[in-house]
């Protein structure tokens, strides 16, 4: 660690040089746990401080503190070295939720006038925000203290509970009226709109569900963690739209990607551990050539019971999840039960967003149900309202459904 912060040391001596500008000692937020220099940087330091090992514990103290300050207002002048090193400093993720109407019934703003630029021309700077729109004390600091020219932005429209595109930050958050509420988008024309917005309810059957758009993650701004962010555009690629090449482009163009397709990410879900795990690439070429062997000359049902068996291995988290409705029909006011004779009684378990469209064995994509059920979810008109822990809103052949978990 001290050669690596001691060539740090010199590469920022050689860029102040460079540019006659004094650059805050970023060695000195590296600190002892131990020692006499508990809780201060090392005697090491002295390359850059001559004097530092000569101090009392006092005056040490004391010239940390002073250079922790410099370093905090350094502020933006630190893209400036980082960029002037190659160094391409990290991209934050942020979602920024859009609503029609305000709480008080004002009309609000919708995504549409920025991507369709009603508003702006669409190669100029947007700028976004206001102390009536932004009120959350969480989205003001994150206005304050995290928002920089150049972080990703996921346009969220909170009627649709849709991702309808993707865009830019075009500044550091600023203040409006005195209070930090404002900040600037890039042009429309430099940001992606997707040709199919992303539901709310998809993205989570996909086992992604990042906590902005949970309870937790209440107000108009939230941060993402980067699995977070690949899991939605893994998302958007695995629903089989036009999206995945254009955005995947767009990403790279934008710095945050190197223009293939991320992971699907997961939920942790401790209640069931269970739960199912998609095999590698190697392990089915493995699989598959098991298969080969052992299906010659079998018929077609046994060969798709065998490969269900292999390859989805949800069988776990099924029965977890019967046993916990005790084989109860999750739909609203069913009293189906089929008595098998073995004792117990006989249950289905159903995908919300079918495998065949990249719904995965995830218990938020899957329902308890009786046979007729089951098939009327298959072959019926569904439409996803919302889908959380919690709550299941479904329209399915023109009526609304609730089931509640």
């Known amino acids: 660690m001290g050669r690596i912060l001691g060539k740090m040391g ?60 410099k370093i905090l207002a350094f502020g933006t002048q630190w893209n400036e070295v980082l960029k002037s090193l190659e160094i391409l400093p990290a991209t934050a993720h942020w979602i920024v939720k859009s609503r029609n109407r305000l709480e008080d019934g004002r009309p609000g703003w919708e995504w549409e006038e920025y991507f369709g630029a009603q508003l702006i021309a669409s190669n100029k700077i947007y700028d976004w925000g206001g102390p009536d729109w932004i009120k959350s004390h969480k989205s003001r600091a994150f206005i304050r203290d995290c928002f920089r020219e150049g972080g990703l932005v996921v346009c969220y429209q909170v009627e649709q509970q849709a991702i309808i595109g993707f865009s830019r930050l075009a500044s550091d958050g600023y203040t409006i009226e005195g209070v930090y509420c404002g900040f600037d988008l890039v042009p429309c024309d430099s940001a992606y709109k997707l040709k199919h917005p992303l539901n709310i309810a998809n993205l989570r059957a996909t ?31 695995r629903a089989g739209t036009e999206d995945e090449d254009d955005l995947l482009k767009w990403l ?10 991320p992971p699907i990410g997961r939920l942790a879900n401790p209640e069931y551990p269970e739960e199912n795990t998609a095999p590698t690439a190697g392990e089915l070429d493995k699989v598959f050539a098991e298969l080969e062997k052992r299906f010659a000359g079998r018929t ?18 099924i029965r977890a999840l019967k046993e916990k409705y005790k084989h109860k029909c999750q739909f609203p006011k069913c009293s189906a039960q089929i008595p098998k004779k073995d004792g117990g009684n006989y249950s289905e378990v159903a995908h919300i967003q079918a495998a065949s469209e990249g719904g995965i064995s995830h218990r938020i994509n899957l329902l308890v149900l009786c046979p007729n059920h089951h098939k009327t979810l298959d072959y019926g008109d569904v439409e996803v309202l919302r889908n959380n822990e919690r709550l299941l809103k479904i329209e399915l052949n023109g009526e609304i459904v609730m089931i509640r978990r």
């Open 10 to 69: 010199h590469m920022l001596q050689n860029f102040e040089g460079a540019h006659s500008k004094q650059i805050p000692r970023i060695q000195s937020l590296v600190i002892n746990k131990t020692g006499k220099n508990r809780g201060l940087p090392a005697d090491g330091i002295k390359e850059f401080w001559s004097d530092y090992k000569n101090l009392t514990r006092q005056q040490k103290e004391e010239r940390v503190r002073n250079e922790y300050k």
């Open 207 to 237: 086992g992604c569900n990042p906590v902005g758009f949970t309870v937790s993650g209440q107000g108009t701004i939230a941060s993402l963690t980067n699995d977070e962010f690949a899991g939605i555009i893994a998302a958007v690629c």
């Open 252 to 261: 790279k163009q934008s710095g945050s990607g190197d223009g293939t397709r």
């Open 300 to 317: 077609d049902i046994y060969v798709r019971r065998k490969v269900s068996a292999l390859i989805r291995r949800d069988g776990p988290l």
